[in-house]
């Protein structure tokens, strides 16, 4: 099992920044590819970016050249810059194991809210 802490959610005025923290706990010696996710009422949970284990970054085209991941072995950052009210969702960390089939486990969310 892994146990995924997220942090940094808040409240931003467009244009601003804010920074999302994940730490993972538990069987970690298991996780592949760790990332960030977003969902608001109107969607399903989307994605935002993904590093794998070797730090290869994986970007949604609304995130690239705003968001960067980043990733310190078993905890992953996600800097957002030039917020946009369509940002405004619920941010899930998302930890992928190793193997066929994989496990995928989840964050409790964080609520980022970018006002116009």
């Known amino acids: 099992q892994v146990q995924l802490v997220e942090s940094g959610g808040g409240w931003v005025q467009a244009g601003g920044a804010l920074r999302l923290s994940c730490a993972a706990s538990g069987s970690t010696s298991n996780i592949n590819i760790m990332g960030w996710y977003r969902q608001t009422p109107e969607k399903m949970r989307d994605l935002v970016a993904t590093?794998?284990?070797?730090?290869t970054p994986i970007y949604a085209d609304s995130a690239k050249g705003r968001f960067t991941i980043s990733r310190d072995r078993y905890t992953v950052y996600l800097q957002m810059t030039n917020l946009k009210p369509e940002d405004t969702a619920v941010y899930y960390c998302?930890?992928?194991?190793?193997?066929?089939?994989?496990?995928?486990?989840w964050g409790q969310g964080t609520q980022v809210t970018v006002s116009s």
């Open positions: 590093s794998t284990s070797r730090g």
């Open positions: 998302n930890a992928r194991t190793f193997g066929n089939p994989f496990s995928d486990y």
